[in-house]
């Protein structure tokens, strides 16, 4: 038997990664990495909750829902980086630091 | 140890491994096709977890759809200015991933308290829905359900989180034409 423990831990353990990655990158498709790992990390724990909803199925549909905005999320900011790139030459969100004009 | 648990451990170590494997590497490239080893696993969990339309959904949105887009990013930025980030990121090698990996560490030591404090298995909930027989069962088939349940209860979010994802397509699309030249 799985116990939910065992889906937090796990789940624990991709969200740290996902946060190491996210302050220690220093490329912006690095860091979109890092925000999916922490992404999935919630899902997962949406779908080990859900297993104990038969009738209404609130865990797995909002699993559902959190995977379509993050595919969302994830258009557009590789639209952005796409931008940033084409305007500053590099995709270090460190060096960006410029407005428009 | 039954079957199903070892599965549960060989995924979650395979999810883990691939995951830090994808934090570790210094090729980026690489660290974008373990980040697929990485979506499957968590597919595996996910029919573990007894959702198997959702297992279906993450490898049909995250690994058909997100990568992919993740993939031609990466080809439409250029090759040299990721080779200059690379170069100068082995110059100062430590001081801010040691800060960072401590950060995480503590982050994770501070989640696992809370969840040994917490106790999920014996939550007063979870105890009522096995109690009322409302917990999912092993040979149970959720697909009809879910999909009735997304036209009758959850109507409101699917239409909501529909027209959004038409907002932030066309956004995207947009963000990402080539300026006219002025």
Known sequence: MITLTDFLIVSAGLFCIGLFMLVSKHNAIQILIGIELMLNAAILNLVAFGKYDRFNNGGQMFALFAIVLAAATTAVALAIILNVYRRYKTIDPAKVDKLRD | MSLVQLLFYIMSFIALGSAIFVAASKNLVRS?????????????LYVLALADFVAITQIVIYVGGILVLILFAF????KETLDAIQKQRNQFISANKIASFILAALFFVTLLIMIFKL??????WVKNSIKANNDIKPNAVMTDNIGINLMTTYLLP????SILLMMALVGAAHLARKEQSQ
């Open chain 2, 32 to 44: 974008i096709f373990m980040f697929f080893i990485t979506l499957f696993a968590l597919a595996g």
């Open chain 2, 75 to 78: 080809m439409l930025s250029g």
């Open chain 2, 119 to 124: 106790d999920a298995n014996n939550l007063l």
């Open chain 2, 158 to 161: 699917f239409e909501i989180i």
